[in-house]
């Protein structure tokens, strides 16, 4: 999957990164809501998530090797059931 963006970050960062689904969950029925939401990282970074708001799914990583790519994938569950996958990518430099 390729990712939407690339991020850069350094081994010793632990940053925040926001990946969006408002635009997608707009096409929808105010009532149609996020339901669950699964985050998978590439081994050898850490991930932590926090519970998503308004459509915005906070996700932190920490660590990684230098001169590593590492990949994000976010997939949200809708209270329909409707699936979105969202792939971010982070350079560790």
Do not use: H
Not at 21 to 26: A, G, H, L, S
């Amino acid at each position: 999957m390729d990712p939407l963006k690339v991020f850069e970050k350094r081994p010793v960062d632990e940053q925040d990164y926001d990946i969006s689904f408002t635009e997608w969950m707009n096409r929808f029925s105010p009532a149609d809501t996020m339901s669950t939401i699964d985050v998978a990282v590439d081994s050898g970074i850490t991930a932590v998530v926090d519970p998503p708001s308004s459509g915005v799914v906070k996700v932190k990583l920490i660590g990684g090797t230098a001169g590593y790519k590492y990949l994000v994938k976010a997939k949200l569950t809708t209270t329909y059931g409707r699936v979105k996958e969202v792939c971010i990518a982070v350079v560790v430099k």
